[in-house]
């Protein structure tokens, strides 16, 4: 592998201008595709094969045109109207306010059609003030022959008014996806309401049609890249060396997020799918060309030309650079085992930009190096000075710090763990959900309606569950009755305020059963009620020969826990077995493999305890709104640790492994390869960390913990797993730690990652050129 990519990293360096001419082509063409190609993102979600996607599946069959059922891929935006104080919305100017606005919302192009219209016999559908909406539903269930409580409960459940008159709600339905959904649409939406508040009613707006699609990013990314242009200032000293990383960056960067873009011409992708792309792209494709780059530096002292400087770097830390970029690829792809698709979706867009970033760092970076030649390291800072981090010479912190741990290995190892071990005891109290309105910031429109609504309605309110009833194995006579059966059944489980048939298919062999709990979206009593409801479906089955399914927001959050938690160990194995046989094909070692994975292990139980610590309890009072961690995050937050985990293992013990193999005792191995490698992963650690913590600025909740989340695992890992539980390992491990089966050391291949053929072929004898660093 070293000798390969040493020619491939001479031939990018001598033939400069058609590499270079390459990668700007592949980005205009992009760039081209992504403004001609692409296509509407699609803001669904789905997840194949668990029940409520079953149940949802069921009632889009049965009853078509029930769309509008869906919490998550339905389009529409609730209204919710209060009364001044001491008022009610039956005041006449209340009354007539809410019909103003109504009016104005009937007027919005997008507003489906079988909603716009004045309200009639004629038009059942369009937008019903809810004074008119509740009054005339007691009467309409008195007079299909409900019981006169029975019509009440029923009628309370379904009212648009609260009982004491001073709320009311209007859902308004929108037609097309959520492409639609604009700045300009959300403040159409607004200013309907504006009619009713200048009336002095209070109105508050959510629901899908008036939430951010728009993907999170912009400033993060500046952020990030700010941060990075000083760090890697300070690691080379130099403007233009700095500059190098990050055009490396930009140039993949671009390209992918533009082949993201045109490929929603060709599929359903979400407008989030480029947003993990984004942040994982920048954050490897300035680590890989910082290495390689950092490399090229060390071999100008010794290599006989540039280009020779530029294979050796290539050949070298680019083997580093592939295997470490093919563990993010792994763990990235590995996410198609969630089954999840907007998960893989994600996954297979940030693989593409770390695919990117690698073949980039290998090809594109030589080639620039070969056109600035000896202006690589020019525009220094004077009040900065010259460092060179893999001078063998050169008594560095690193060095330093390496003595340390090889002198005390026990005292470092035992500490570390330590450390993790406290940091990792809040993520006992981990607990996990979906994004509701209830887990909104307080302040926001859609928490407002949502706290606003509970206190009106009840916390019931927002967490109705739909039971879809098949009744096709029933014959035709008896099926009411069976419905009302399983009604009743349903009244039988506690935490259940209201249970009523709310619609029936035209062939009357499916019904829509409306459960309210007592409950809220959120909490653990209407999770128990949705698995007891389901739990006794085979008992009904039984009894009366129907099946049911249960649908909404809880039963769909219940179904992304499990699927998850189902998922994580076929995941964990995939993920850690392809990367472990991987590693071992690096270092030629089991010990590595498995003290590197283990320390994973302890670095993610960690980022677990922070993150549960600060966005869950509030520990430090930093969160704005504490709610229990989104559902994706652990497998999400795995997944891309592990990959970047193993970046570092690969960049350090590579080079450890480079020393051992050429010589150097265990013990002066690690003290060598740390020493080496220490301060350019040190600022590849902070760059990362840099430009992951820039996403916690942003507003959705799922990118700003994962943000968070991603530069604390940097941290823990990179700072106190790498560069010190890992050193005093292999420090006590000694010649040990490279140990391997003589008949497993004949079956692997020799990929020779250290370079130890290439460094043979370079031993030959040549003429010498002395070739400077940079010329002041």
């Not at 990075?228 to 000293?237: Q, R």
């Not at 249970?499 to 035209?506: D, H, L, R, T, Y």
């Amino acid at each position: 592998m070293a000798t390969y990519l040493y020619r491939l990293g001479k031939f990018a360096y001598r033939r400069k201008g058609v590499v270079l001419s390459f990668w700007l082509a592949l980005l205009v063409l992009s760039g081209v595709a992504a403004a001609t190609l692409s296509g509407p993102t699609k803001d669904t979600f789905s997840i194949p094969g668990t029940q409520a996607q079953e149940a949802q599946d069921l009632l889009a069959e049965r009853f078509p045109g029930s769309s509008d059922r869906d919490p998550f891929n339905s389009l529409s935006a609730r209204f919710l109207f209060i009364a001044p104080d001491g008022t009610t919305l039956d005041d006449d100017e209340n009354f007539a306010a809410v019909d103003a606005a109504l009016a104005d919302m009937r007027g919005l192009e997008q507003v489906s059609d079988f909603a716009k219209g004045e309200p009639g016999p004629d038009n059942p559908g369009a937008l019903i003030n809810p004074v008119i909406g509740n009054d005339g539903l007691l009467q309409q269930l008195l007079d299909q022959g409900v019981p006169a409580e029975q019509a009440e409960s029923d009628a309370a459940a379904l009212s648009p008014l609260s009982e004491d008159r001073t709320a009311g709600y209007v859902d308004v339905p929108f037609d097309g996806d959520f492409s639609i959904v604009t700045d300009e649409l959300r403040a159409e939406i607004e200013a309907s309401a504006d009619a009713a508040r200048d009336a002095g009613v209070e109105v508050y707006v959510s629901g899908t049609a008036v939430q951010n699609m728009d993907p999170p990013g912009g400033a993060a990314e500046l952020v990030g890249l700010a941060v990075a242009a000083v760090v890697l200032v300070i690691t080379f000293g130099s403007l233009i060396a700095a500059g190098m990383p990050l055009f490396s960056a930009i140039v993949g960067v671009g390209i992918g997020v533009s082949m993201i873009t045109a490929a929603t011409g060709f599929l359903d992708l979400s407008s989030t799918v480029s947003t993990l792309a984004i942040m994982i792209g920048l954050a490897v494709a300035i680590d890989y060309s910082l290495f390689i780059l950092s490399r090229y530096r060390a071999e100008l002292s010794t290599a006989p030309s540039r280009e020779e400087a530029a294979g050796r770097a290539v050949g070298t830390a680019g083997s580093a650079v592939v295997f470490a970029g093919l563990t993010v690829i792994i763990a990235l792809l590995a996410l198609r085992v969630v089954n999840i698709p907007f998960l893989t979706d994600m996954g297979r867009a940030a693989a593409l930009t770390v695919t990117l970033a690698v073949l980039i760092a290998i090809t594109m970076l030589p080639a620039v190096l070969g056109i600035s030649k000896s202006w690589a390291f020019r525009g220094r800072l004077p009040f900065l000075r010259e460092v060179d981090p893999e001078h063998p010479d050169r008594l560095t912190n690193g060095r330093r710090w390496a003595n340390v741990v090889t002198r005390i290995p026990v005292v470092t190892m035992v500490g570390a763990i330590v450390l993790l071990g406290v940091l990792a005891i809040p993520a006992a109290k981990l607990e996990l959900a979906l994004p509701t309105p209830a887990t909104e910031p307080p302040g926001s429109s859609a928490r407002e309606a949502y706290d606003r609504t509970a206190d009106a309605f009840g916390d019931g309110r927002s967490a109705q569950l739909l039971v879809v009833t098949d009744a096709q194995d029933v014959a035709d006579d008896q099926r009411m009755a069976v419905y009302g059966d399983v009604v009743a059944k349903l009244y039988e489980f506690d935490n259940v305020s209201n249970v009523q048939i709310v619609g029936i298919n035209e062939s009357g062999d499916t019904a829509q059963i409306l459960v309210t709990p007592a409950s809220g979206p959120i909490s653990e009593e209407t999770k128990d009620l949705v698995n007891a409801i389901r739990d006794a479906e085979p008992g009904v089955n039984s009894e009366l020969g129907v099946n049911y399914g249960v649908a909404g927001q809880t039963a769909i959050e219940i179904d992304v826990s499990d699927r998850l938690l189902e998922a994580l160990v076929p995941y964990l194995a995939v993920v850690v077995g392809l990367a472990f046989i991987l590693l071992m094909l690096v270092f030629r070692s089991i010990l590595v493999p498995l003290t590197a994975t283990l320390g994973f292990l302890l670095s993610v139980a960690a980022t677990f305890g922070a993150t549960v610590a600060i966005f869950q309890l509030n520990w430090l009072g930093i969160a704005t709104n504490p709610q229990p961690l989104v559902s994706f995050l652990p497998i999400f937050l795995i997944g891309v640790v592990f990959g970047l985990a193993m970046d570092y293992q690969v960049f350090l013990v590579s080079r450890m492994r480079e020393a051992y193999v050429h010589g150097e005792s265990a013990t002066d191995a690690i003290v060598s390869g740390f020493s080496h490698g220490a301060r350019v992963v040190t600022a590849a650690a902070v760059i990362m960390m840099s430009v992951f913590a820039a996403f916690i600025a942003e507003d959705m909740a799922f990118i700003k913990v994962m943000g968070f989340a991603l530069a604390a695992a940097i941290l823990f890992d990179a700072f106190i797993v790498r560069m010190v539980l890992i050193p005093s390992v292999m420090a006590l491990l000694g010649d040990k730690a490279w140990w391997l089966p003589k008949w497993l050391d004949r079956i692997l291949p020799n990929i020779d990652v250290e370079g130890e053929k290439l460094a043979k072929q370079l031993e030959q004898p040549r003429e010498p050129e002395k070739v400077t660093v940079a010329q002041h």
